[in-house]
């Protein structure tokens, strides 16, 4: 979510807008109200988002209809906190509404589902929560031992190699991500989920995307990355883009830019089996809620 927010400050979020600039032969209108989109308009100012910010339970008042800039719009919108029982800080649910503002938007422009206020609402809420418990899990517990040794060692070789695969649910829409470490030294294994993926092609393009954030959080500054999405690596390479995951590929190759060398490869499915089976066992986890 810092991602998101950070491309909604810097115009690199996929709305109308941007088309119009870059000359992308796509409607500039908003797939609600038809208004022309900005990043400013998606999130705050047309009719669907004000609504669903005045049923935000924030403790004051907050006019999203009369935001002027998205950067405004996060900057006074941080400062409220919310009303107990939530009990969120300032900021933290101000941040996930605008993020399920923006999953709401993209599931009916890619996948022709209209989500209700109260629904996307209530998931802002939910993630937030969420969010919230996570952290503070983590800022109590001991400190973990380190999964990935970063220390320079002989046997090492110049280039760790990151494998991902993802799971995807049609049916519920939701999406298992698992990444494989191959370091010699420390090998590793992670996963994460999300919800309101629209296709196979997202999913794989969101755990690609989770794996480069993941090693950038942990040091690694030189990386092959794997994947059995031909399509998928066939865009990255090539620099292109599609409509469907403008989004996620503006943030890879963003993300790409912190590392001194990465490279993306296309492995069989055959080859890629343990990444595969982490990303099911975290579909499998999603499912049981």
């Known amino acids: 979510i810092k991602i998101f927010i950070w491309n909604s400050l810097h115009g690199a979020l996929p709305v109308g807008e941007q088309f119009a600039i ?13 208004d022309e989109e900005s990043i400013t308009h998606a999130l705050f100012t047309c009719s669907y988002a004000t609504r669903v910010w005045n049923l935000a339970p924030l403790a004051g008042l907050f006019h999203a209809n009369l935001v002027d800039s998205t950067l405004s ?14 009990g969120l800080d300032a900021g933290t649910l101000s941040a996930w509404i605008v993020w399920s503002i923006w999953l709401s938007r993209n599931q009916l ?40 040794n970063l220390e320079p060692n002989p046997n090492r070789p110049n280039h760790l190699s990151i494998y991902t695969d993802a799971a995807w649910n049609p049916s519920t829409d939701g999406a298992g991500f698992g990444w494989m470490i191959d370091d010699p030294i420390t090998p590793s294994q992670h996963s994460a989920t999300e919800t309101f993926v629209s ?7 969101l755990a690609l995307r989770q794996a480069i954030i993941f090693a950038l959080n942990h040091g690694i500054e030189s990386a092959v ?11 990255i390479r090539s620099n292109s883009f599609v409509l469907e995951i403008y989004g996620i590929l ?12 990465i490279e993306f490869m296309f492995i069989p499915r055959a080859a890629n089996d343990r990444a595969d089976s982490v990303a099911k066992q975290a579909l499998y986890a999603l499912n049981q809620f």
């Open 199 to 205: 296709s196979p092609l997202m999913a794989e393009a």
């Open 225 to 235: 990355i794997h994947s059995d999405s031909q399509s998928l690596i066939k865009m």
């Open 22 to 34: 870059r000359q992308i032969p796509l409607s500039n209108q908003c797939p609600r109200c038809r």
């Open 250 to 261: 503006h943030d890879i190759f963003s993300l790409s830019n912190a590392f001194s060398f």
């Open 109 to 148: 422009l890619f996948q022709h589902r209209s989500f209700t206020l109260e629904e996307t609402i209530t998931k802002a809420v939910t993630d937030a929560r969420e969010w919230t418990l996570a952290q503070n899990h983590t800022n109590t517990a001991s400190p973990p031992t380190r999964m990935i």
């Open 73 to 86: 719009g996060l900057d006074r919108s941080r400062r409220i906190p919310s009303l107990p029982p939530v």
